[in-house]
Antibody, heavy 119, light 110 residues
Framework: EVQLVQSGAEVKKPGESLKISCKGS????????IGWVRQMPGKGLEWMGI????????RYSPSFQGQVTISADKSISTAYLQWSSLKASDTAIYYC????????????WGQGALVTVSS | QTVVTQEPSFSVSPGGTVTFTCGLS?????????PSWFQQTPGQAPRTLIY???TRSSGVPDRFSGSILGNKAALTITGAQADDESDYYC??????????FGGGTKLTVL
């Protein structure tokens, strides 16, 4: 059974760092790209970036380039999304999803991880 | 900046047919944009309905179909049911590994 299991909810203060994870199982992790999607409270989905875990080829939305870092550890079938200095505006649910062909064939989503940034 | 456009809202009667569209502010949408469609109910993760214009994801009933209509991608629900009441999002592939979501369409079934 394919699963993408994301790390749990986080509550952080502005300026703190954070790394959240997305662990794949039930399939060959390096056969699919992993993408990250933001959903701010009451808003729509936003494409952040993708990574191919096999060679760590990473692409970012211009809106998120330099704001976050996407990485992966194929040895443990896990992708990551990290911030070096959180802002209140980073408060959102973050989803990972897998897809073939540079994430044009997206077929499975993680359950989402709520990140709350508040002083 | 590329803007992907979707209707903000739609309503449909149970058993009816509804078609949502997904367009571009600066171009016509074709299959080379690999349009995909997702359904999201409140409090839940998105669910993939359609990818690569018209390929249904595993387990998606055939009353959901994708196509290109004119210069836009389209998602059609035939025989709408109460539990189709959700938000629907499209995403388009812009090339170089970059994709962009539309703003979403809220469907009411009444």
């Amino acid at each position: 059974e394919v699963q993408l299991v994301q790390s749990g909810a986080e509550v952080k203060k502005p300026g703190e760092s954070l790394k959240i994870s997305c662990k794949g199982s039930g399939y060959i992790f390096t056969s699919y790209w992993i993408g990250w999607v933001r959903q701010m409270p009451g808003k729509g989905l936003e494409w952040m970036g993708i990574i191919q875990p096999g060679d760590s080829d990473t692409r970012y939305s211009p809106s998120f380039q330099g704001q976050v870092t996407i990485s992966a550890d194929k040895s443990i079938s896990t992708a990551y999304l990290q911030w070096s200095s959180l802002k209140a505006s980073d408060t959102a649910i973050y989803y990972c999803a897998r897809g073939r062909n540079t994430w044009t064939e997206i077929d499975f989503w993680g359950q989402g991880a709520l990140v709350t940034v508040s002083s | 900046q590329t803007v992907v456009t979707q209707e903000p809202s739609f309503s449909v009667s149970p058993g009816g047919t509804v078609t949502f569209t997904c367009g571009l502010s600066s171009d016509s949408v074709s299959a080379s944009y690999y349009p995909s469609w997702f359904q999201q109910t409140p409090g839940q993760a998105p669910r993939t309905l359609i990818y690569s214009t018209n390929t249904r994801s595993s387990g998606v009933p055939d009353r959901f179909s994708g196509s290109i209509l004119g210069n836009k991608a389209a998602l059609t629900i035939t025989g709408a049911q109460a539990d189709d009441e959700s938000d629907y999002y499209c995403v388009l592939y812009m090339g170089s590994g970059i994709s962009v979501f539309g703003g979403g369409t809220k469907l009411t079934v009444l």
